[in-house]
């Protein structure tokens, strides 16, 4: 009975449909899964249905894009009410933000690649990221995949980066338990990240209403995760495990790293929804 409780679907930087997601997920023999789109909940209905259809159990979430102590956080949210006014309005700001940021990177872009930007610019798509650059950069030949794209031209250092604009951890972490949710530290110790979540940081968070630590990540560095473990277990906090499934975005494997039915209980039952 293990969950994977961190994918993305075509719905933000994914490359499956939550349909196809819910059918792999049976395929490598999950008993659940949580659909953890950035900054949207748009697939949580096609998800649910498709979920039902193959006998699995769904788990709503998503992923928050924030900041704390200059430090980018993502920040997963369970099982929260999506109808919730204060919460739906802070993501269309961050849609919004994610839209007007990929339309000044392409401008950048568009001085030393040319390609098809147009029709990205114009794809309805939910939540618009770095990912789908590196797809127009990977179709026009430029780059072999998403990963090659990034270490050339779409890292933070690189000439053609713009920050997207965030919330606080801080204000996400409230926001999410006013909308009846369970707030999620994501993969802090991930490698990308060059150093890991500063863990006397944990302690105020979890304070503020912080409910759990995603220690297994197929991105977490074992070192670095070891001591974050011992931190989040000392404050009793939830620790889930999760593959940040990506499709064929990412190496990342679906159900490669997982969370028991003891901690999907766990985290349903901090979870407060009114609809
Ligand atoms: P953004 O939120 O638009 O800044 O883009 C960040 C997203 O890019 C995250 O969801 C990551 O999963 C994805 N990402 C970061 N590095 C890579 C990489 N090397 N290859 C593929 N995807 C990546
Ligand atoms: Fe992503
Ligand atoms: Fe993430
Ligand atoms: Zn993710």
């Given at each position: 009975?293990?969950?994977?409780?961190?994918?993305?679907?075509?719905?933000?930087?994914?490359?499956?449909?939550?349909?196809?997601?819910?059918?792999?997920?049976?395929?490598?023999?999950?008993?659940?899964?949580?659909?953890t789109?950035?900054?949207?909940?748009?697939?949580?209905?096609?998800?649910?249905?498709?979920?039902?259809?193959?006998?699995?159990d769904f788990?709503?979430?998503?992923?928050?894009?924030?900041?704390?102590?200059?430090r980018?956080?993502?920040?997963?949210?369970?099982?929260?009410?999506?109808?919730?006014?204060?919460?739906?309005?802070?993501?269309?700001?961050?849609?919004?933000?994610r839209?007007?940021?990929?339309?000044?990177?392409?401008?950048?872009?568009?001085?030393?690649?040319?390609?098809?930007w147009?029709?990205?610019?114009?794809?309805?798509?939910?939540?618009?990221?770095?990912?789908?650059?590196?797809?127009?950069?990977?179709?026009?030949?430029?780059?072999?995949?998403?990963?090659?794209?990034?270490e050339?031209?779409?890292?933070?250092?690189g000439?053609?980066?713009?920050?997207?604009?965030?919330?606080?951890?801080?204000?996400?972490?409230?926001?999410?338990?006013?909308?009846g949710?369970?707030?999620?530290?994501?993969?802090p110790?991930?490698?990308r990240?060059?150093?890991?979540?500063?863990?006397t940081?944990l302690?105020?968070?979890?304070?503020a209403?912080?409910?759990?630590?995603?220690?297994?990540?197929?991105?977490?560095?074992?070192?670095?995760?070891?001591?974050?473990?011992?931190?989040?277990?000392?404050?009793?906090?939830?620790?889930?495990?999760?593959?940040?499934?990506?499709?064929t975005?990412?190496?990342?494997?679906?159900?490669?790293?997982t969370?028991?039915?003891?901690?999907?209980a766990?985290?349903?039952?901090?979870s407060h929804?009114?609809?």
């Amino acid at each position: 009975m293990r969950y994977d409780l961190h994918t993305h679907s075509t719905c933000s930087d994914g490359t499956t449909t939550p349909t196809e997601l819910a059918e792999e997920a049976l395929a490598v023999g999950l008993a659940g899964f949580s659909l953890t789109d950035h900054d949207t909940t748009s697939g949580w209905a096609e998800a649910r249905v498709a979920a039902s259809t193959f006998g699995l159990d769904f788990l709503p979430g998503m992923e928050l894009t924030t900041t704390h102590e200059y430090r980018s956080v993502h920040l997963l949210a369970y099982g929260f009410d999506d109808g919730d006014a204060a919460l739906q309005g802070r993501l269309v700001m961050l849609r919004d933000a994610r839209r007007e940021r990929a339309h000044e990177m392409v401008r950048r872009l568009r001085a030393d690649f040319t390609a098809d930007w147009n029709t990205l610019l114009e794809s309805d798509t939910a939540s618009l990221g770095r990912p789908h650059l590196a797809d127009v950069l990977v179709q026009g030949g430029f780059f072999r995949d998403r990963s090659h794209a990034f270490e050339e031209a779409l890292s933070p250092r690189g000439p053609y980066y713009v920050p997207t604009e965030t919330l606080s951890t801080r204000e996400a972490i409230g926001l999410v338990r006013a909308a009846g949710g369970v707030p999620v530290l994501a993969h802090p110790a991930a490698e990308r990240m060059r150093s890991p979540f500063d863990l006397t940081l944990l302690a105020p968070l979890a304070e503020a209403g912080l409910a759990g630590v995603e220690t297994a990540h197929p991105e977490n560095r074992p070192e670095w995760i070891t001591p974050i473990h011992a931190e989040a277990q000392r404050l009793g906090l939830l620790t889930t495990g999760a593959s940040d499934y990506h499709g064929t975005g990412k190496p990342n494997r679906l159900g490669e790293c997982t969370s028991s039915a003891e901690i999907v209980a766990a985290i349903r039952a901090e979870s407060h929804t009114k609809r």
